[in-house]
């Protein structure tokens, strides 16, 4: 017993593999960046709100912990690489790198520097990320 089977592809299968290459790029890459920043993010933001309290109890506004973000960065990205910034507001919390770097006469007290010891957890939450967005179909 044999079995024959034929197959004809119609359309442009190059075009549609090329598609589904840049939604990948665009939608599941882009989410997984996002969550590994978000994670750098949040431990920025935990150790700079670490700065108040007992440790430096005449600390009294928050204004540097707050003035935190992480945003997209379209310069500094392609289509293979996405990038987001982690830096703190310079208006908001103009004091910002006296504490992440120290001065002569003040220790430093990183907050963005330690965050980055926090590599591996954002490459996990990015990849999970990732996993989830191809899961739900986006592509």
Excluded: C
Aim: glycine residues 8%.
């Amino acid at each position: 017993m044999s079995i024959q089977v034929n197959t004809k592809l119609t359309g442009n299968l190059a075009s549609d593999l090329s598609r589904f290459e840049k939604a990948v790029q665009e939608k599941v890459l882009f989410s997984g960046v996002a969550a590994m920043a978000k994670v750098m993010y949040d431990e920025a933001v935990t150790n700079a709100s670490g700065l108040a309290g007992e440790r430096f109890p005449k600390r009294k506004t928050g204004k540097l912990a707050s003035s935190i973000y992480r945003a997209y960065s379209a310069k500094r990205s392609t289509d293979e690489r996405k990038t987001y910034r982690l830096s703190w507001d310079r208006r908001k919390a103009p004091h910002g790198h006296l504490v992440e770097f120290g001065t002569s006469r003040a220790p430093a007290y990183p907050f963005i520097r330690p965050a980055f010891d926090h590599v591996g957890e954002a490459i996990a939450a990015g990849k999970a990320r990732m996993e989830q967005r191809l899961s739900e179909g986006v592509v």
